[in-house]
């Protein structure tokens, strides 16, 4: 029965591999990892880049701009501010938070994209105002490496 059952279970392996370099066995090199920035904190090909979307946004009278932001993250860092922008994409339930990127049509050194955690959701398209803290350089691992985000975030608008 034992050597019914370690068959099954070393055919089910070899099933399942789908070439060389792959299935369960099949561990990432050191030199892949280093190659893919899994080491170094570069952003990784799992991360995605994201898209600049045509938006122009009026900043409510509190609020700072990304494209200010990004310029004096240094001394914005973990103080709370307000920022206005259109939802460009959702993740919802990572890591028990909602992960919301939004775009308010300003950059500074090609950041033009704002990532914000929150228990709260919005729709893609739908222009809103966050307030949160700021964090600089967070990295969760995996390749998920942020230079600025905003933690705790809070729709007010």
């Known amino acids: 029965m034992n050597k019914l059952i370690i068959s099954l279970a070393i055919s089910l392996l070899i099933i399942s591999c789908k070439g060389p370099k792959s299935g369960p066995l099949v561990k990432e090199s050191f030199e892949e990892k280093e190659q893919s920035g899994m080491m170094t904190g570069k ?7 994201p898209v600049k979307a045509d938006i122009k946004v009026e900043p409510c ?3 700072i701009t990304i494209g200010k932001l990004v310029a004096d993250k240094k001394s914005l860092s973990g103080k709370k501010i307000r920022v206005t922008g259109v939802v460009t994409k959702v993740n919802e339930a ?15 050194d090609g950041v033009f ?6 228990s709260q959701i ?3 398209g739908e222009t809103v105002t966050f307030e949160g803290r700021i964090a600089l350089d967070k990295d969760f691992g995996y390749g998920y490496f942020y230079n600025i985000l905003m933690e705790e975030g809070l729709i007010i608008k």
């Open 61 to 63: 009278s509190d609020c």
């Open 94 to 108: 990572i890591m028990e938070k909602n992960w919301i990127h939004i775009q308010d049509g300003t950059e500074t």
């Open 113 to 118: 994209d704002l990532t914000i955690t929150t």
């Open 43 to 49: 952003q990784s090909p799992m991360q995605p880049v």
């Open 122 to 124: 919005a729709s893609v």
